[in-house]
């Protein structure tokens, strides 16, 4: 019993010593900033010349800041078609490419290909792909005699554009991901299925989607917290314009605290933001059953 | 044996983060101490000069820092490139690493002066015999904060009306010099294919140029005590002009130009007839523009004959936190206020210098380029000295305007709704101290 005790005190001191170094740099780069920035939201800080209590001042500002609450509901909007778009297509493109067919590498390094490149460079040829009078797009839809739109400049598809967007550049990696978790699913489940003569459309909805439920809660979480946070092809494609339907929180955000200087309340922004992150992952986690066991 | 390799492993791990942590402090503080040295030591003065131009700015800014470095044997500049240039001085205004002289963009002043972060002028110029009347009254403005000058103008410009002579020659017209006038040969040079537009008469593209419109109408956008003031008969003038020529004459189309840029440029090739443009476009119509024949005038009139445009530009300013405030004055001395080395730096850059004896120059007088531009710059006025400014125009303001265009938003609605959230905006944002 006591050899046994000391192996045990032997692999916890181990494995402390296996986790330090990033737990050390998650205290550093993580968990400082955020109580600073909690402390901060309580400040007038503003970099330069000033950081006094202010109280609750900031957070009451909050309430009637109407443009804020114009990019929560920005980001809603994206959240909404672009989370579930996200999971399904991701999930569709990993069931056709995960089976061993020729020339299957190549479709999915192709479906992956967009995922690496940077944002920025990705939206700079979104926007002329997107042009209305010389753009891909548009040329191609009056092909079949369709006037296009101005994608980016009109109110009401730009927030589409840029949904189209950030999905062709994020569903590459979330298909490796379900990918992953398809190889996962024991394939005497399929196989017994097919005994009691199930088809492929009950398989799939009694044995695929539950087994992968923990990859979708995956998926859809980091889509979530991704949707919440977009900024970089909204800044390069749209400006959040046209009439802020594109400006987002994080936008807004850097804004604030940045250009004008008010990095107190930039602070509180953005505690309101990480709250809005917390809850929507609480609901998915619940919906998604994260929690129970697969079988 | 394995516990020893586990801990060996482990310490070194820790030692090598805490080493990166504080590798960049150790960097720093030996620069510091250079600087310090090669200071005290009765040799030159080291100067640093940050600024966020790249590329071929950067070499104009060499240029510029070379000529001054060999007409003297005092003092040294050395100009750094900062991308991030502002973001940069944020932290380097308090931490002791501020630079000597920093390019600055003069709308920032108000925002930043009331911080303490700027040296102030004043004594300099007064010592030196620098008059005022050398510079335009408006630039200086731009750099003031409560009666105090922060720094002295570098380039100053404004918008003035392009046009592409080839296509008015073709239609029959002459460049405009009224709203009016503006409209007729804008719907005179579109050009539309079924539901395809072609050629824009006029570039409609740039809404944020509401400001220089207004100042056509006979308006200003802020009241003297900081409120907005365009929801009246100049504002809805402005609105009603933009709708004749979106809605009734169809001169262009929204998001036309969006994304054409350089070779591209729907300018440069002929897709816009005529716009509201400045002199740093110059040189990239001159460089793609070999087809390209073009005019400039003033920007035209409005009904009641008023002339508006925005004055902008760049100047040098001292930061407090810098430890060389007279040296890093003489080197922005010689640059912006000597008649010879403000020409040098116009020629340089291809703009126009903040110095006004520099523009008596046959180079700007002579030429068919510059000449429209220095008219304009007489009339031409800054944008409001308002901490909250750049807010209220961006995010209350044109958001408004684009649902005015595209025709979601009533005239009458469009102005009330950006009053509102413009005022509020403004008053969010005032207190800067």
Known sequence: ?295 | MKKGLVTALSVMMVAALAAGCSGNSGQENAANEGKAGSGSSGKKTELTFWGDWGGEGQKQFETMVDAFNKSQDKIHVKYVLQQDMITKFLTAATNGGAPDVLFWDRWRTSLYAPKNVLHPVDEYLTRDGISKDDFYSESLTELSHDNKLYGLPLTVDARALFYNKKLLDEAGLQPPATWDELEQAAAKLTKWNGDKLEVAGFSMGDLGLFNMYLQQAGGQMLTEDGKTNFNNEQGKQVLEFWDRLMNKDKVYKVGFELGLGEGQDAFVTGKVAMLYSGPWMLSTYNKYGKDLEYGIVPPPAGPNGDKGSVMGGFGLVIPEGSKHHDEAWEFIKWWTANKDNALLWAKTSLNLPGFKPSMEDPFFQDDPQWKPFLDTLEFAKIRPAHPGYSVMETDALAPNLQLNQQNKLSIEDTLKKAQEQGDKMLEDNAVVK
């Open chain 1, 1 to 295: 019993m006591a050899s046994m005790r000391k192996v045990e005190r032997h692999e916890a001191r181990t494995a402390y010593v296996f986790i330090t170094p990033t737990v050390l740099l998650f205290a550093v780069f993580t968990v400082i900033p955020v109580v600073m920035a909690l402390y901060l939201s309580f400040t007038n800080y503003d970099v330069l010349s000033r950081n006094d209590w202010v109280g609750l001042e900031n957070y009451r500002r909050l309430i009637d800041d109407s443009l804020l609450w114009k990019t929560f509901k920005n980001v809603f909007l994206y959240s909404i078609i672009f989370v579930p778009l996200n999971i399904i297509i991701s999930l569709l493109l990993s069931m056709l490419l995960s089976r061993a067919w020729r020339g299957v590498k190549l479709f999915r390094t192709f479906y992956y290909l967009p995922t690496l490149t940077s944002a920025v460079a990705a939206a700079t040829v979104w926007i002329w792909l997107l042009h209305p009078e010389f753009g891909l797009v548009n040329g191609l839809l009056s092909y079949v005699g369709i006037t296009g739109p101005a994608w980016l400049s009109e109110t009401s598809t730009a927030m589409l554009s840029i949904v189209m967007l950030t999905l062709w550049q994020s569903v590459g990696s979330n298909m490796i991901i379900y990918l992953a978790g398809l190889q996962g699913v024991p394939d005497y489940l399929y196989e017994s299925a097919r005994l009691d003569g199930a088809n492929k459309w009950a398989s799939f909805r009694y044995i695929t989607w539950p087994q992968l439920r923990p990859t979708t809660f995956l998926v859809s979480t980091m889509a979530i917290i991704g949707a919440l946070q977009l900024f970089d092809q909204a800044f390069v494609l749209t400006q959040g314009g046209p009439a802020n339907v594109t400006k987002t929180p994080v936008y807004l955000i850097y804004q604030q605290g940045f250009n004008q200087l008010q990095m107190g309340y930039a602070s509180a922004q953005a505690f309101v933001l990480a709250v809005a992150i917390l809850i929507f992952s609480l609901i998915n986690m619940r919906v998604s059953k994260a929690e129970e066991s697969i079988i």
